[in-house]
């Protein structure tokens, strides 16, 4: 059973940066979808950027391209989401998330079955 721990969340200000990890223990394939995603209090869950881990794809939402990079060590089971130029709209909850899925376009959290417990991120 696969478990995410995340770390790397904080305050910062505008135009700052945080880089986001989300280790991964258990018994993984490497050959599925890895993912951000992040939620404002009030808001639906939505995809920030994902992976695939077979070729190394990656896929941005449309507020986060360019400032955002989603990346994986695959021998340190680690994923990793490094944010740059924050904005005050990115402040939200974050998570890592996997899926047995090797579709990984759309963002959508759908597919994805294990979460890990979240990092807040705060841009003011």
């Known amino acids: 059973h696969v478990q995410l721990v995340e770390s790397g969340g904080g305050s910062v200000q505008a135009g700052g940066s945080l880089n986001l990890s989300c280790a991964a223990t258990g018994k993984t394939n490497v050959l599925n979808c890895m993912g951000w995603f992040r939620q404002a209090p009030g808001k639906e869950r939505e995809g920030v950027a994902t992976?695939?881990?077979?070729?190394?794809?990656?896929y941005y939402a449309n507020s986060v391209r360019g400032r955002f990079t989603i990346s994986q060590d695959r021998a340190k089971s680690t994923l990793y989401l490094q944010m740059n130029n924050l904005k005050p709209e990115d402040t939200a909850m974050y998570y890592c998330?996997?899926?047995?899925?090797?579709?990984?376009?759309?963002?959508?959290?759908?597919?994805?079955?294990?979460w890990s417990q979240g990092t807040q991120v705060t841009v003011s």
């Open positions: 998330a996997s899926s047995p899925y090797q579709a990984c376009s759309d963002l959508s959290t759908s597919r994805y079955d294990t």
């Open positions: 992976i695939y881990t077979g070729d190394f794809s990656t």
